[in-house]
């Protein structure tokens, strides 16, 4: 059996693969069976934060598993302590954090305290959820919920979980609150929404109201946390200071980790939440050290460089590309090319793939860009040679 008929045979084929067979990887080049090399802007979709093969990480995670792998969250775990510790320090508030295995969950954890906090705090239960459309939390009963877009609702899988309005545009949400309405959760930069960005004054507004009327902010930086945006998060970039926000894409380099933080920190006691495997030690141990070298090339400059380099990079393929993309959408190292339609933007995926790049698909026409935050300049050269060769072609 090949192993594309091994694949097809056991595994349920809840996605729509492809079969290129990637067997290792150093910093941002991946390599497949056969020795072909890709120049990765994709890392995963934005987990790789730093890098494949990267050595400090593996170290940290090879010398952690030697030790102790897992005990229960019953237990003490002194590296989840100290990542909480060190999550805490990079927002500059006083912060409690959470740990899942992933940003569903991490989402799941916020929604729970959210309903806990408008169970404990009014006299009247407030549990209604305000989302926005085009967004994207999750896929497990709730957070799929909370998603704003139909197709992730079909008839099958109803009955849906109850309290979660889906508002088209930011500006609507302050008529949509009601006297249920206990809190409202957005991404700033809609990652499969086609990298759209939120408008800084629009966000900063509605912070503000929401403040006002004790209705919590929650917002969803699975994928734009942890150093993407160039700043740990991109609420700092918008200036704001949620009530809850969840991580979990980047946070462990790629091995599997979530977390919700938030400054509430007497709303959860004990037995109110709960995970068996969330922030264990060979997670934690990841997190720690994949937070230590994002730090590191943030203090240094290298992360702020390499995000201009990247962009003056993309400005190019949009100056010789006016036919086939608009313009440039997103931050930091999470960035579009909105194409003009969705042909040229799924011609762009496979052209460019076959040149030996991987990027990813956001919306219906934003061909998406999420390279690890440790990639050089060296390797964005090479991708971008590639990629404007396989432009020559579509
Ligand atoms: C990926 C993503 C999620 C879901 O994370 P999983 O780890 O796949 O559960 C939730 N929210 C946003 C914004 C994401 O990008």
């Known amino acids: 059996m090949t192993l594309e008929e091994l694949d097809k045979k056991y595994v349920l084929q809840t996605y729509a693969r492809d079969y290129t067979n990637f067997t290792h990887g150093t910093g941002s080049t991946l390599y497949d069976e056969n020795g072909k090399d890709y120049i990765d802007f994709a890392s995963g979709i934005g987990v790789n934060s730093v890098g494949h093969g990267n050595e400090k990480l593996a170290n940290a995670v090879c010398e952690q ?102 508002i088209q545009s930011l500006k609507d949400i302050e008529n949509a609150i009601d006297d249920e309405t206990v809190a409202v959760m957005i991404e700033l930069i809609k990652g499969e929404g086609g990298v759209a960005e939120l408008p800084h004054d629009e966000v900063e507004h509605l912070a503000k109201v929401l403040k006002e009327k004790d209705i919590l902010l929650i917002v969803d930086e699975v994928q734009t946390g942890v150093f993407r945006s160039g700043e740990f998060l991109v609420s700092q970039v918008y200036g704001i200071k949620p009530d809850i926000i969840t991580l979990a894409k980047g946070l462990g380099g790629g091995v599997p980790i979530g977390a919700v933080v938030t400054p509430h920190k007497d709303i959860f006691v004990a037995g109110d939440h709960g995970s068996t495997f969330g922030g264990n030690y060979l997670s934690t141990a990841a997190g720690n050290a994949t937070l230590d070298i994002l730090e590191n090339i943030k203090k240094d400059g290298q992360l702020d460089a390499t995000i201009v380099y990247f962009e003056e990079k993309l400005k190019e393929v949009i100056k010789a590309n006016q036919d086939k993309f608009d313009s440039i959408t997103g931050i930091g190292f999470m960035r579009g090319l909105k194409a ?48 404007n060769k396989a432009l020559e072609n579509i």
């Open 65 to 166: 598993a030697k030790k102790i792998i897992h005990i229960s969250n019953l237990q003490v775990i002194e590296p989840q302590a100290k990542l909480a510790q060190k999550i805490s320090e990079l927002y500059g508030e006083d912060v409690g954090v959470f740990f899942s295995n992933s940003g569903a969950e991490a989402n799941e954890g916020a929604i729970k305290l959210a309903r806990k906090y408008g169970e404990i705090k009014f006299d009247k239960k407030r549990y209604k959820i305000i989302t926005l459309e085009n967004s994207f939390h999750g896929r497990t009963l709730a957070t799929v919920k909370a998603t704003g877009q139909d197709s992730f609702h079909p008839s099958c899988f109803a009955p849906y979980i109850e309290g979660f309005s889906c």
């Open 340 to 387: 003009k339609n969705s042909d040229i933007q799924i011609k762009t995926i496979k052209q460019v793939m076959k040149e030996g790049v991987i990027v990813l698909k956001s919306g219906n026409n934003t061909v998406r860009f999420l390279p690890s935050l440790t990639i050089t300049k060296d390797e964005i050269n090479e991708g971008f040679a590639r990629l």
